[in-house]
Structure formats: C-alpha cells, structure tokens
C-alpha cells in the first residue's frame, strides 16, 4: 500500500488523478490531506470539513478495473465502508442510495467516485471518501455525524486509513461476491418512505437497485427505476 499525507492540497481527488497523469501509481495508491480547499462533494456540491480533524482520502483502483463497472466499484466501496465500520469499530451503519454511509440516521461519510475510460472498459478509478471522524459540532449540517460524536473517542486519522484500505484491498478480490450484500446494508430496504419527484411527493418501498445502479420502487404496486437526479428522499 502506499500512502501518501498532505498538509493541504485543493481536493484529495483532484490529486491523485493529476499525479496519475504524470505518473504510473500503483494500484492502491492512497493520498490523504488534513486540508482540503477546494474539496468535492457529489452533483457539483462542495465538501467541507474542519481541518485536521476528519479523514478525506482518495484511493486509485487500477488492478482488475477494465472488469467492473461504475456502479460495481461504488458497491463494493460502500460494502467495504459498512464491514470496516462494523467489525473493526462496532458501528453500525447504513448505505443510502447511491453514495451516503449513514449511522444512527445521520450522515458519517461521503463517497465520490471518478472514473476513466479507455474506449468502452474503465482503465482506472479514483474512489475519494470524506468520513467525519474526530469534529464534533457541524454547524448548518443537522444530518452529520462524527466517530466522535458516536463513540466518544478519537481516532488516529492514519490507522483509521490503513485499516480501511485492507478492506478494501480484500473486498476488491471478489467484487462480485461483495456486492451481494449490498441490499442487506441498504438505508429503508424494504420499507416504505416518502419521496419527491417532479414536484410530487409520494410513497415507495426500497426494493434494492438495478445493474447500472438506479433505485427500484414499488409504487403503487408496480416497480419503478429512478435515477439519482430524480428522487429526494424525504425520510
Ligand atoms: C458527498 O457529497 O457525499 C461526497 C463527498 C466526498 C468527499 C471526499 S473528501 C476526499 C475526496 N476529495 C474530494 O474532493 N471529495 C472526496
């Protein structure tokens, strides 16, 4: 495994993916910065934690990537997430589609995955995942949470790092295996919440996700595909 720290750089993902261009990596290769300035959170938002205090990390997949697809990358990342969380920290936690790791209803880490292509198979993955973990207060984030705020202790952000990167490493082997437990972590599978599209508010029951990763609803008992974009969940 290789580590790289940074004090601060603009976004851990913007990094890797410009070092990569200049230079081969290994697969694995892990850069993680007590700072970011320009951090990036998903559909354009901005990721932004205290400095110092939380991990954001960015990981390269490169090994046996042209054999997976995106969704299949963002379900073994999230698996991982989840097993790290609950068999080396006793947490319990949850996957909300597509890319939250939700603990105790509140939001503990993001995942942002960016891809590249050579013609139509994926030559390599940047997988960046900002976890809270030792900030406490979030102001104007009611929905966060931190290992801190769960367990009462701090964690050493590294080990933290190196931990989770063995998971990885491992659920990386088989991804397809992995993804089999994907429904079982999902955030409501099998209940029923509402939800908003197209300005409607209306009830479905999380019935899991198709190959591409788009979310299935029973609605009215008929099953219906919904796209990121197209659904809030109003839970
Ligand atoms: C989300 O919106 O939930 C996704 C957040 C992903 C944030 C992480 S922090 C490390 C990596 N670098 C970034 O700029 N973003 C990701």
């Known amino acids: 495994m290789n580590i790289v720290k940074l004090h601060a750089t603009t976004s851990t993902n913007d990094e890797l993916k410009s070092r990569f261009r200049e230079s081969v990596l290994p697969h694995l290769t892990a850069i993680y910065s007590l700072k970011q300035t320009r951090g990036k959170g998903q559909q354009g938002a901005q990721w932004v934690t205290e ?5 954001t990390f ?4 490169t090994e046996g990537v042209s054999d997976l697809t995106p969704f299949l990358i963002n379900q073994v990342v999230s698996v991982s997430i989840v097993e790290w969380l609950k068999n080396d920290l006793q947490i319990q936690s949850k ?3 597509p890319n939250d790791i939700l603990s105790v209803n ?6 942002l995955i960016e891809n590249s292509y050579s013609g139509n198979f994926l030559s ?3 997988v960046g995942i900002g976890l809270n ?5 979030f102001e104007g984030l009611p929905k966060a949470i931190s290992l801190k705020n769960i367990t009462g202790k701090e964690f050493e952000l590294e080990v933290l790092l190196i931990s989770f990167l063995n998971v990885l490493k491992n659920n990386l082997r088989d991804p397809l ?3 089999q437990d994907y ?3 999902l955030f409501k599978y099998r209940q029923v919440i509402s939800f908003e599209s197209s300005n409607a508010v209306f009830n479905g029951r999380v019935e899991g996700t198709d190959k591409d990763g788009k979310l299935i609803l029973r609605v009215d008992n008929e099953l219906k595909i919904y796209d990121l974009k197209e659904l809030k969940w109003m839970y």
């Not at 509140?106 to 995942?111: C, V």
């Not at 973990?133 to 207060?137: G, H, K, S, T």
């Open 183 to 185: 429904n079982k972590y």
């Open 95 to 97: 996957i909300k589609w």
């Open 133 to 137: 973990v030792n900030q406490v207060e």
């Open 51 to 55: 400095d110092g205090k939380n991990l």
């Open 177 to 179: 295996k992995v993804a």
């Open 106 to 111: 509140h939001k503990l880490a993001g995942i």
């Open 58 to 61: 960015s990981v390269l997949i």
């Open 124 to 126: 390599s993955s940047v």
